[in-house]
């Protein structure tokens, strides 16, 4: 049974495939404090949350258990991913459910920005009737600047087109053949400072765009410009803004998001006449609600079931054709770097993992994250997993080495895990999956051979004489050990070989030791794949 905390108010509707699931308890706690959740979270496998809980590495350590943080949302900035990363919690977020819902209140401001709406409401309804103070613009015929051409910034250029507005965008991944298709005219943050009537940001909050409008921009500013930020506080430098409107420089600012929120009650945009704001209110629509709930949840199941899922970002993306095709193997790739480790007797110093045939034409990145996982997890446990398997080779200094070839000896496709131990030792096994037939090793060091890696193996290495496998098998009878399956391979006639022999349960240290003392055996190794 997996529990599942939810700390933020998130749609009911949109969880209630957890609350459905036979295998999931959720626990629905908001407003806790950094210390009430470390007190709690050990007990949880996965949190659900949106902006307002703070996930901190002190909230971190204390999860134990923790295998998913899902935020129904986009930004994780709320999140400590280095620190979700180095524990191997995986982060996912819901980044397109709400794109529109964001666009559209992106919308509602600019609209209120040039037709003063809020300000005209609040006088209305305090009983003046004031038709002189509130005189708006169009916004067409108008030149919008958009900062940040991801989902929502392209969404609400394609709606600004409609209002018969000029575009000039800014993306530092936004082509020219893109730009043109939306009829956006590429141009440079300058540019769009100089041009713009109207200005909107969508980026992250990163050290990049942090204060990315600030003093400099505003003394080059179009005067009169009205400037919105849908997207993070600090984006836009809310201390410069407010020189620049009381300078005259801007003629209005539309915020939803602050440096800090919620913003202090002294705040001076929450007193000026010029600027309107909104508490976080972008993604608040039923809509994006049920849409961000329901994707966060869906792979918030899959993580837990140990099935595929999307959406991590603490990994790099992969696509879903990528995807498709990697995942028959990865169960392959976890055991051949789990079955390479225990061949090991050193410390290792380097990685090598060759991928060949089919395996040559897709991007393996994730594969290589199971592959490691199995190494790893040799000697850390659950600690290793697919999140932090690269990071912990990495901070580990150990060298990996991926190549990639189209020839595989015969194999439609053809993993081989290398390790280099510390005094020259290098342990080797290569594995395929076999259409029809499923995983195989093939390899073991230099020896062909044909093993279904599951269960307990012994691995022995001896020399090829007479009588061995006799030997071999009387002890383990006399030792109760039954065997599955028996192979064996060598290079030459009497020369060195090795027996991998499947056997129905584990064994000890002693039969082990009473191997390596019959005559012409070498070495005597437990693998166990699970
Ligand atoms: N107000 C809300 O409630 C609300 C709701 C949803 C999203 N958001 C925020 O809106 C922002 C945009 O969300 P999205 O879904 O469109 O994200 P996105 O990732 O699709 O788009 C962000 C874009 O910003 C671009 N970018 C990064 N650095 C830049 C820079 N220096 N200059 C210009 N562009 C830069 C990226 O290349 C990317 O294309 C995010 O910060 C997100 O957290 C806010
Ligand atoms: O990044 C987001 O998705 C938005 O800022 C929405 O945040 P919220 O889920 O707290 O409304």
Redesign the pocket.
């Known amino acids: 049974m997996f529990k599942v905390l939810v700390s933020?108010p998130i749609s009911d509707l949109g969880i209630q495939q957890l609350v459905d699931a036979q295998d999931i308890i959720v626990d629905k706690q908001t407003g806790l404090s950094e210390d009430e959740l470390v007190g709690i979270i050990g007990d949880y496998d996965a949190l659900l949350v949106?902006?307002?809980t703070t996930v901190t590495k002190k909230i971190m350590e204390a999860a134990t258990k923790l295998k998913v943080v899902g935020r129904?949302?986009?930004?994780v900035d709320n999140i400590d991913l280095n620190a979700a990363t180095e524990r191997g919690i995986i982060v996912i977020n819901a980044p397109d459910g709400?794109t529109i819902t964001?666009c559209e209140h992106t919308f509602a401001m600019m609209m209120a920005l040039a037709r003063h709406i809020p300000q005209a409401y609040a006088k209305t309804i305090s009983g003046t009737w004031d038709r002189k103070s509130f005189l708006g613009v169009e916004l067409r015929n108008k030149t919008l600047g958009v900062l940040g051409m991801g989902r929502i910034g392209s969404e609400v250029a394609k709606r600004a087109k409609a209002f018969g507005m000029e575009i000039l965008g800014y993306d530092p991944f936004l082509t020219q053949e893109r730009a043109d298709k939306m009829g956006v005219t590429l141009a440079s943050v300058d540019e769009i400072i100089r041009n713009a009537d109207f200005m909107t940001v969508h980026t992250p909050l990163t050290p990049e765009t942090k204060h990315m409008i600030s003093t400099a921009q505003f003394q080059v500013m179009k005067k009169g410009m009205r400037i919105i930020n849908c997207a993070r506080g600090g984006v836009i430098d809310e201390t410069a803004l407010i020189t620049a409107v009381n300078d005259g420089i801007v003629a209005g600012a539309a915020f939803d998001?602050f440096e800090s929120e919620p913003p202090q009650a002294d705040h001076p945009f929450l007193s000026h006449p010029q600027i309107i704001v909104t508490p976080?209110l972008?993604?608040?629509t039923i809509e994006a609600q049920e849409n961000?709930a329901i994707d966060v949840s869906e792979q918030v199941l899959h993580i837990l079931r140990d099935e595929p899922f999307k959406n991590a970002v603490n990994m790099p993306p992969v696509a879903a054709s990528v995807m498709n095709k990697l995942q028959p193997y990865f169960s392959l790739g976890e055991k051949l770097g789990s079955f390479a480790a225990q061949m090991a007797t050193q410390a290792i110093q380097e990685i090598r993992i060759d991928y060949a045939g089919d395996l040559s034409e897709v991007d393996t990145q994730p594969l290589t994250r199971y592959i490691l996982k199995g190494i790893l997890a040799r000697h850390m446990g659950d600690e290793a997993n697919i999140v932090n398997s690269m990071h912990l080779a990495k901070v580990r200094d150990l060298n990996v080495i991926i190549t990639s070839a189209p020839s595989t000896k015969g194999f439609t496709n053809l993993i081989t895990v290398s390790l280099k131990g510390q005094n020259g030792e290098e342990p080797r096994v290569a594995g395929t999956l076999l259409a029809g037939y499923g995983e195989r090793i093939v390899r073991i060091n230099d020896y062909s051979v044909d093993v279904l890696p599951s269960g307990h193996q012994i691995l022995i290495s001896h020399t090829d004489k007479p009588g061995i496998i006799g030997n071999v098998g009387s002890l383990l009878g006399q030792k109760d050990v039954n065997i599955a399956s028996m192979q064996v391979g060598r290079k030459q006639e009497g020369g060195e070989a090795i027996m991998i022999l499947t056997v129905d349960k584990d064994v000890n240290k002693d039969v082990l030791s009473a191997l390596v003392e019959l005559p012409n055996l070498n070495k005597a190794q437990e693998v166990v794949l699970v």
Do not use: L
């Open positions: 933020d949106r902006s307002q129904a949302g986009v930004g709400n964001t998001v976080h972008g993604a608040s961000v």
